[in-house]
């Protein structure tokens, strides 16, 4: 076979030819009815296979989705920024376009590892409690059952997804302010001098693991894992979220006389999913992402509940709902991409290893 010629065509054949079942509720993926199996609609990928399409579907969804997620960190833990364009026009006007791309790189390559972790936690604790409950792992499980499997996915992944976190806020929430061009159109003349080069403050961390190095020496392990806690309720609750309200869009979205939903079915179901997740996840998250930020200078708060207090004295309960839209206009192009992405790599690898 000729790949180069080939490959191409093969894609997009089996993107519109795709009945995308590896994409709807788990029970779907190994059968055709919820008691019975039939072995020739189900082909397992690979573990590698599935970790590479895992990988690059996530890859794909934070390019898409960082530059709003930097915007929504700064306004969540700098109260300077009255709403979403103030905060992206300030952004762009001292540190362009990079700025909205701090921290970046960690994200981009723990989220691949994220992923795998996240998704087989999900199905291994559904396929054990349908084993235990209904003594099969193909067993249809109830809404109870992909709720806790949702949750323990959440809880899981905070081990892992903590001190990028961290470093990731430290990152984003660190301005630089940009230096005035001396020539050009737009250098607006100057009443003064400008101070010397030397004098210049530079930024405390340097990149994601110089960033991580200066926490762990700073304020020890527990630096690394600060707002941990509020990163559990965070996961649990929004992973809990997603994978039901994403199994129940799924059974909707199905036509009539079919056992899953068209390409624009898992689309829909995806993005929905993925704003019901944030929706439920933001008021953690703004506590999350103040508690991660605290640290450079004098620590404000003392923990989670401290944090909140403070927080809803301050600034009113509207606090807890800052980035809200902002998150929710995000999650839903970042999980279509994620999902059709996956979906794609795998159909794709399976097209020319069969």
Request: glycine share 10%; hydrophobic share 40%.
């Amino acid at each position: 076979m000729d790949l180069q010629k080939e490959g191409p065509r093969m894609f997009v054949s089996g993107l519109k030819g795709a009945n995308w079942e590896l994409l709807e509720p788990p029970w779907r993926w190994h059968q055709t009815s919820p008691r019975q199996a039939d072995p020739r609609t189900f082909l397992p990928p690979t573990l590698s296979m599935d970790f590479v399409a895992g990988a690059i579907g996530g890859v794909c969804g934070v390019a898409v989705g960082y530059p709003l997620d930097t915007v929504k960190v700064r306004i969540q833990t700098e109260p300077k920024y009255t709403g979403i364009w103030h905060c992206i026009r300030d952004t762009y006007r001292q540190e362009r376009v990079w700025g909205f791309y701090r921290g970046l790189s960690l994200p981009v390559c723990t989220v691949s590892l994220v992923s795998s972790v996240s998704f087989g936690t999900y199905r291994h604790c559904l396929a054990h409690i349908c084993q235990l409950r209904y003594g099969s792992a193909d067993a249809k499980p109830a809404k109870t059952d992909v709720t806790l499997s949702g949750f323990a996915s959440g809880l899981v992944r905070v081990f892992l997804t903590s001190p990028t976190e961290v470093a990731k806020i430290r990152l984003q929430t660190q301005t630089q302010q940009r230096r005035p061009s001396a020539s050009g159109p737009l250098a607006a003349p100057t009443m003064c001098p400008a101070p010397p080069a030397s004098l210049a403050p530079e930024p405390k961390y340097r990149g994601p693991l110089h960033c991580l190095a200066t926490v762990a020496r700073e304020e020890g392990l527990r630096g690394l894992y600060k707002g941990s806690s509020a990163l559990l309720f965070r996961d649990g609750h929004s992973f809990a979220t997603y994978f039901l309200s994403y199994a129940i869009l799924c059974g909707w979205l199905t036509p009539a006389g079919r056992n899953q939903p068209d390409v624009l079915g898992v689309l829909v179901a995806g993005g929905c999913a993925g704003v019901l997740a944030w929706a439920v996840a933001t008021p953690m998250d703004v506590i999350k992402s103040r508690l991660q930020a605290d640290g450079q200078g004098q620590q404000r708060y003392r923990g989670l509940l401290h944090c909140v207090v403070s927080s809803v004295r301050e600034e009113g309960p509207r606090v807890l709902f800052k980035g809200l839209s902002l998150n929710c206009c995000r999650a839903f192009p970042v999980n279509m991409v994620v999902f059709v992405t996956y979906e794609a790599v795998l159909r794709l690898t399976r097209g020319l290893l069969t």
